[in-house]
């Protein structure tokens, strides 16, 4: 057999790897943010489409999670406490119409018919990923097509928001690239890789909802805080954290799924178009109130995965305190009521 499904383990990966490097670096030379987590999930989905099955081992996607996760916990500051002591009707707010917008959008997706079933109120969730795809399965959605409409947006929000970044504050404004092997003090990041390892295992045994990232980010958060201990994160485990994620996102694009979804496609991305667009209008509003930079307040409220949005934000010039906070808080709201949010909304539908 020839072709490319004929090109599997260390060919295929071998091919991903080279592929991912040669994307990132382009995107370094052009100074975006998140290049190696932008550059690995666009070659992955090359990749992918061109008919090379590869998956990202469920361990090497958690362990990515929970460095990333370790990452965020480090970036918080105690100081957005008070922000959100003071500001919280607004910032709750903004996290309500955002999850309205997404809900009512995937309620339009199915009763018009564009997806079968309840698969669009699935599908559209701004977050929680994972728990919608589940709940999705027991009310007969189209799994695949849920998952599939996950990953467009991710990808559609971690460009725009790469791109934006880059144009809206300016080359010269760019943090210069992190030296990638720094020097390393073997105690404390042996320290650090024993609280990721330890803390992402609890998070993945306590069935919360992305709990390998969860874990270390509330240690990270804490250790951060209270000044006991800096984790050690060098630029080099961060790169391989982002690949991980890069890659399992990326992969997720298969040529099945592709041609699946071709009829509802451009109604999808118009859906998605549209509720980064009510988002952007929402950080409008932060910037106004809250005297925020639009970069930050644009950033906070994406409507794309937490991880992907963190990336970008710790690559730029932004208050990214602030961004994985409000990131944070609509992920917890969507954990809390968005399956049972989606389940009433499914149930409307079937009904009519």
């Known amino acids: 057999m ?33 290049s190696f987590l932008i550059g690995p999930l666009i070659a992955a989905i090359g990749v992918r489409l061109v008919g090379i099955e ?5 361990r090497v996607f958690l362990a990515s999670q929970a460095v990333v996760g370790a990452m965020l916990g480090t970036a918080l500051t105690p100081s957005i406490v ?15 119409v955002i999850v309205a917008t997404a809900t009512l959008l995937g309620w339009a997706l199915s009763r018009f018919g564009i997806v079968p079933g309840t698969t669009g109120v699935w599908g559209s969730s701004p977050g929680a990923a994972s728990a919608m795809v589940v709940q999705a399965a027991h009310y007969g959605a189209d799994v695949q097509l849920v ?17 934006a970044a880059r144009l809206f504050i300016g080359v010269e404004a760019m943090p210069a690239p992190p030296v990638l092997f720094p020097p390393i003090h073997p105690g404390p990041f042996a320290l650090t890789i024993a609280l990721i390892v330890v803390m992402g295992v609890l998070g993945v045994l306590s069935r919360v909802p992305s709990g390998a990232m969860i874990g270390p980010l509330v240690v990270g958060a804490a250790l951060h805080g209270s000044d ?35 009829r509802a496609l451009p109604w999808i991305a118009a859906s998605i178009v549209v509720l980064m667009a009510v988002s952007a209008v929402v950080a409008l509003e932060l910037h106004e109130r809250l005297g925020i930079d639009p970069l930050t307040a644009w950033l906070a409220t994406s ?37 049972a949010l989606s389940r009433m909304v499914a149930r409307t539908l079937e009904r009519g």
Not at 82 to 96: C, D, K, N, Q
Not at 147 to 163: D, G, I, W
Not at 228 to 238: N, R
Not at 311 to 332: E, G, H, M, N, Y
Request: aromatic content about 10%.
């Open 82 to 96: 008070a922000t959100f002591r003071h500001e919280w009707p607004i910032l709750l707010g903004s996290v309500v």
């Open 54 to 58: 590869l998956a990202v081992p469920r």
């Open 2 to 34: 020839t072709g490319p499904k004929s090109i599997n383990g260390l060919a295929g990966w071998a091919i991903l790897a080279a592929a991912s490097l040669v994307v990132a670096l382009g995107f370094e030379e052009a100074r975006l943010p998140a």
């Open 303 to 339: 409507p794309g995965g937490m991880d992907t949005i963190a990336v970008i934000a710790a690559s730029t010039p932004v208050d990214v305190s602030f961004v994985l906070a409000l990131q944070a808080v609509r992920f917890f709201v969507l954990v809390a009521i968005g399956p």
């Open 147 to 163: 998952a599939f409409m996950q990953y467009v947006r991710v990808l559609f929000v971690a460009s725009t928001a790469s791109v």
């Open 228 to 262: 006991t201990f800096a984790m050690e994160l060098p630029t080099w485990l961060l790169v391989a954290a982002y690949t991980g994620l890069g890659w399992t996102i990326g992969l997720g694009f298969t040529r099945a799924s592709v041609v699946h979804a071709a």
